[in-house]
């Protein structure tokens, strides 16, 4: 018997957000890796090179269909704190342990103070898990095992409030073995859905962690881990759903495909927010605290394609970041948003609050970043600003400020009518900003101002239908191309 103990910081205890309204369980068939008919699909972007195929020739990472069952009449499984009470086919139970043998429903209820879920079915079976008020504890290895089945979807029972922990330390039956190591931990492809809520604890090193893939189609879920809040080793599906973490490692992660249809996703603590080989934000809305990149776009596969003062015109790697409509507000201590490839965008609204540190950048990519629609606002250090790419089709500016501006330092930019084009109060101490809008016109003239005042509405420190006082006149420029730099700033590109 082996004890295995990860050395981490300590993570604090998230609070629960307020609920907030979810649809409900999909009754749709529907393959992780795109979404419910309901939700809006990956888009191919005009222009850009298509999302190269992910996990070529590693089937067991690549997602199978989702089947939704009907789960009336579920086999009842009972928690009776140190004992477990079942009746009916498919369920074996061996003291504080439930090992489901056979694809179908089950209806879970009750508390486990020290015990273990084990799904075992065959790579044949697809079970369904209804979680309706569980707490589920376990003192030695993963409360939540799903060793073996085509796809287990688990469900939040309407309403209902679930729990799932394990502890710091892991007994393993030989110095080899390191799985499971989440507390909801799976070798098969992975659902979760309901309007139920759920919180998970990952006390040894992830929250929730599949070898395969993993689709969240509704819910709410409080993570707190001290390694990933969610892992998978395939794609990565979010529809829709209520997500808070605060973790030690990062907060989504996987190096296939990560797509985020909708949802509210809040990472309030990370080392990085969001990361994957290839990710597709086309909605919901998205919120990172990160003490390194932000949204990072990276994998296993090297490409060396970018260098300081390298101008790449054209990318046809395999790292994308596809932004088409999405609230994105990032507060990084390292890269705002980071792509070891390219970067596309085409709607949306992006908020980065980036680095104080000159060796990290409020964007940074390798490849391209062409912009076609949407609004991004970017503040950072004067290390390595980067804006948009010369190829990009929507104009896009980089003021290089003389002088390093405090935090709250209000940035705005007219034009030559006085109409406001941004009104943006940077919540971090920046040298930098980059900016690309629609209301950026080829032939116009604008003016940046520093300070002043503004009434109007304010979220995330951009202000929108705002009344503009002006404060300290900075700049005057006129847009003569796709790519405006302001001021003699360390500039890459």
């Known amino acids: 018997m082996i004890i295995k103990k990860l050395v981490v910081s300590s993570v604090m205890a998230v609070a629960l957000v307020a609920m907030i309204a979810c649809q409900g369980s999909p009754t749709a068939v529907s393959p992780i890796g795109t979404p419910v008919p309901t939700v809006q699909a990956t888009q191919a972007v005009p222009g850009a090179a298509p999302s190269p195929q992910v996990g070529a020739g590693n089937d067991d990472a690549q997602a199978k269909p989702v089947i939704v069952q009907d789960t009336s009449g579920g086999i009842s499984i009972v928690l009776n704190g140190d004992s477990i009470a079942t009746q009916g086919p498919g369920v074996t139970v061996e003291g504080s342990t439930a090992t489901i043998t056979e694809g179908g429903a089950y209806a879970l209820s009750g508390t486990l103070a020290d015990g273990q879920i084990v799904v075992d079915a065959g790579e044949d079976a697809v ?34 409030t679930n729990s799932i922990a394990d502890a710091a330390s892991y007994v393993y039956a030989d110095a080899e073995t390191d799985e499971p190591d989440a507390a909801v931990f799976a070798n098969v492809d992975v659902v979760f859905a309901g309007n139920g809520s759920l919180s998970v604890e990952g006390n040894y090193k992830d929250g929730i962690s599949s070898k395969k893939g993993l689709a969240i189609n509704s819910g709410t879920y409080a993570i707190d881990a001290a390694g990933d809040g969610i892992n998978a080793d395939g794609d990565i599906l979010i529809n829709d759903g209520v997500i808070v973490m605060a973790v030690g490692d990062d907060g989504i992660h996987t190096e296939a495909n990560m797509t985020i249809n909708g949802g509210d996703i809040r990472i309030n603590r990370s080392v990085e927010g969001l990361e994957a080989m290839v990710m597709t934000l086309n909605g919901g809305e998205i919120r990172i605290v990160s003490s390194d990149d932000g949204v990072n776009i990276a994998g296993d596969v090297e490409e060396g ?66 912009i076609s629609g949407g609004l991004i606002v970017a503040a950072g250090s004067a290390g390595m600003p980067m804006t948009a790419s010369p190829t990009t089709t929507q104009n896009a500016i980089l003021i290089n400020f003389d002088a390093l501006q405090q935090a709250g330092t209000r940035v705005h930019i007219s034009d030559s009518k006085g109409n406001a084009v941004l009104t943006f109060d940077p919540t971090k101490d920046y040298q930098s900003l980059a900016f690309s809008s629609p209301e950026l016109l080829t032939g116009e003239t604008y003016t940046i101002y520093l300070g002043g005042e503004a009434t109007g509405t304010v979220n995330d420190g951009l202000w929108q239908d705002e009344t503009y006082t002006p404060g300290t006149e900075y700049a005057s420029f006129t847009i003569s191309g796709p790519v405006t730099t302001i001021g003699m700033g360390r500039t890459w590109r």
Do not use: C, K
Request: glycine residues 12%.
């Open 127 to 160: 079970v369904t898990l209804v979680l309706d008020g569980v707490n589920i504890r376990n003192s030695t290895n993963a409360p939540l095992y799903l060793v073996n089945a085509a796809q287990v979807v688990i469900t939040l029972a309407d309403g209902s």
């Open 305 to 370: 394609t970018g260098r300081p003062g390298r101008v790449v015109t054209e990318y046809n790697g395999v790292y994308w970041l596809y932004i088409n409509d999405v609230y994105l507000v990032v507060d990084s201590s390292g890269d705002g948003i980071d792509s070891n490839g390219a970067i596309v965008m085409s709607g949306g609204t992006v908020i980065v609050n980036g680095p104080t540190v000159n060796r990290e950048g409020a964007i940074d990519y390798d490849g391209t970043f062409n």
